[in-house]
């Protein structure tokens, strides 16, 4: 009996510790996050930032919608950026990500001007480049991925393995508590893709875990950074011509 108590102990102590640990591996601490900010003040304004989707029941924005679109307005409203970059497509239900964050972006005040859409990513990774793509058709240069800690700390890797010239705004909770974050009507009818199919009915688990992993992505070899990546994406067939 007294050693499984012991044990009970243990796992009531360890877990919460480890989940803890795991957690904080896995996400910018709250002062690496507020290095970026500070970085990014001085190297204000950014041409655009970037904010990955998530999706959209129909009804209301999720915290994690409502905490992306509430940092980009922030941000937008510091002149810490000129322009916002949504992306996301109509992957697990028919609203398109980008569209309705979108909708969100203009009843909190951003211009409809200063919004982009990137509607095709369904994959995070996939935010990243196919939105670097739209800033580069745009005539951006100077762009920043603006998301929670732990997408950003994710993100980051795959960022930095191609060399892409994106900046790294991770959201400060503690800022975010501090500001009015209303939450205003949208009309998501607007966002509705017509056509959608779940990416589940489309992809196979493996296929849907390749996309995570950023296998799915067909790279414009201007983008890749050394010759080695370039012969290996040509081998798996996912290497193009440079966009210009």
Known sequence: MKNDYIIRKTK?????????????????????????????LIDKPY?????????????????????????A????????????IYSGSAVYTKYSEAKVMAEYGKALGIPALNIFLDTNAEHSV?????S?????????????????????????????KHELPIDILPILFDTLRTIDRPEPKIFPEIAIEKTFVSIKDRE?????????????????????PNERKIRKYKRQGRMRENSI
Request: glycine share 4%; hydrophobic share 45%; with cysteine.
């Open 12 to 40: 009531h102590v360890f877990y919460p510790l480890l989940l803890s640990l795991l957690l904080t591996n896995c996400a910018f601490s709250k002062r690496k996050s507020q290095k970026y900010f500070e970085k990014a």
């Open 47 to 71: 041409d655009a930032i970037i904010i990955p989707g998530v999706p959209h029941n129909g009804v209301a924005w999720s915290p994690t919608m409502n905490i992306r679109v509430s940092w």
């Open 73 to 84: 307005h922030f941000l937008f409203k510091k002149g810490i950026t000129n322009n916002i």
């Open 126 to 130: 996939e935010n990243v480049y196919f």
């Open 132 to 160: 670097y793509l739209l800033a580069k058709e745009k005539g951006f240069t100077k762009i920043a991925l603006a998301t929670d800690p732990f997408q950003a700390k994710s993100l980051h890797k795959m960022i930095k």
């Open 204 to 224: 196979s688990f493996f296929t849907r875990f390749k996309g995570t992993l950023g296998k799915q992505i067909v790279w414009f070899e201007e983008d890749v």
